[in-house]
């Protein structure tokens, strides 16, 4: 049985994958359209962004800081298709179909 750790940064991924596949964002910005209390933000929303960065699932394009140097994200090719793959995953999630809509 996967951790419960294991699960919600998992789902997290998911979600700020799917955020992103909409529209470059930063991570004030995900974090605003996930509705995370902003406490959380620093606790799992940035380490999640760095993950997703280091598997090279999201880049931050050359010149894409904003002027208050907020780091902008955008999928690659790679991230697209981890996001498709776990997104048929979350088919049979119905949890998972509700928070990503």
Sequence with gaps: ?????????????????KAISQ?????WGIAKSLQLPAGEVLSFLYPALRRLEQRGWIVEPHGAITGGQARCYVLTEEGRQELQT???HAAG??????ASS
């Design 1 to 17: 049985m996967p951790k419960l750790s294991n699960l919600r940064n998992a789902t997290l991924e998911f979600l700020i994958l």
């Design 23 to 27: 529209e470059p964002a930063h991570g």
């Design 86 to 88: 776990r997104g048929s």
């Design 93 to 98: 999630a119905p949890e998972l179909q509700a």
